[in-house]
């Protein structure tokens, strides 16, 4: 056995591999559990992980599906209210309207009354991925229901609300 700088025990590695021993034991969560943005982070990536096992056949991620569904609901929307809404910096955007525009699923046209700006429309092929796309997010959303009682969809809508209120 070694030591390491805060004079902890550790296990000394075989061939590179952990010990069976210390592969089978518990994880301690420490406080994890009991931080809000833990469990909110736990939630989303459960919910990221069962669109990408249900959804893995449509091409698009759970972001650029909130991002195609908001093109659609707002034809012509500029990149600049989508940073607006997303709150990301443009860098970050312009990769994703980049990438979904080489995949044809976006086309920019230039804005008729502001030049200097592109409006972003789908295309045929993105209004139907989006369509099959919302239909597995719908019954996702219908799975997640199914979890809680009466009432508390409304509820906890409203408290994730109030928690991104509270840190903008």
């Given at each position: 056995m070694k030591t390491d700088r805060k004079?902890?025990?550790?296990?000394?590695?075989?061939?590179?591999?952990?010990?069976?021993?210390t592969k089978n034991k518990e994880v301690s969560l420490g406080k994890l559990p009991h931080y809000l943005g833990y469990q909110v982070r736990q939630a989303q990536a459960a919910v990221f992980r069962n669109f990408s096992e249900t959804g893995n056949d449509l091409g698009v991620t759970p972001g650029e599906f909130s991002l195609l569904t908001l093109v659609r609901e707002n034809p012509g929307i500029h990149q600049t209210s989508l940073v607006r809404v997303y709150r990301l910096d443009k860098s970050t955007l312009s990769n994703s309207i980049s990438d979904l525009n080489k995949r044809k699923l976006i086309h920019r046209i230039r804005d008729e009354e502001d030049r200097r700006f592109y409006g972003l429309w789908l295309t045929e092929f993105a209004e139907s991925v989006l369509d099959r796309a919302t239909d597995r997010i719908e019954a996702q959303e219908h799975q997640m229901n199914s979890a809680l009682a009466q009432g508390e969809r409304e509820q906890l809508l409203r408290l994730l609300s109030k928690i991104s209120s509270a840190l903008e």
């Open positions: 004079s902890k025990t550790v296990p000394e590695k075989q061939n590179n591999l952990i010990s069976p021993a």
